[in-house]
């Protein structure tokens, strides 16, 4: 299996200290499924629409990554912004009985999936859903009713543009699968049972706010993980 981060230029440069702090936690919790950074440049950078721009170059990296990769190859894609708690080198497993695996809301959290965590395996049929993800995310940059039809129940572009194929039937014959966000990809919801019951932990709301020390007084429940990504950012800074 192989397994990708996307760093977007021009982007928070705190996703960048949030990518090594990924790989650290990767190279001691799951040794055996190393993940690549890829930088991807921000095409015509504006800073109204950054966050959304940024969100259609990650589909289209995706998209590139998937083409280049030959059929039957394994992919994995992680949001730079997680940390790797238990092993995932299980994850190919998954793929036995689908084509694509996405990790599903739980309860508490406010989208219907999240793509941030994403499980493939490639053919000519996931190449052809790459391409059409990838047109519908561009149309929805520039069509914002389009985007906003889909925006309350899937979140962000990459996220929206997926959830509006999957609505309108048009996957192409592909097959996908969701597993539970609290074991695969821990949200917000999540984070407090994350040391005990979660693989890979997204860092977002008070966790990631309590990290960048946004957040003065961080939650009790959130403690370990705070603690645990602190560590390993020591340890990537240091070298």
Known sequence: MEITTFVIDEADPWYCDAA???IKSQQERSPNTPIEIVSVPLSHPDTA???LVANVCKTKAMKQVVHAAPAGAILGFIDADAMVLRDISDAEDLLDDCDIVLTSRGRGNVYDFNSGVLFMKVSWRVKNLLTAWEHQAELMLEDVMLFSKYHKKYGGINQSALGSLIETDQLGGVIIKRVPNREWNALNADHGYAIEQSRIVHVLGPLRRSIRH????????LKGLIDLWKGWHVQVTER
Request: charged content about 35%; overall charge negative.
């Open 49 to 51: 629409t950054n966050n």
């Open 20 to 22: 090594q702090v990924l």
């Open 214 to 221: 946004e957040d003065k007084t961080p939650r009790e429940s």
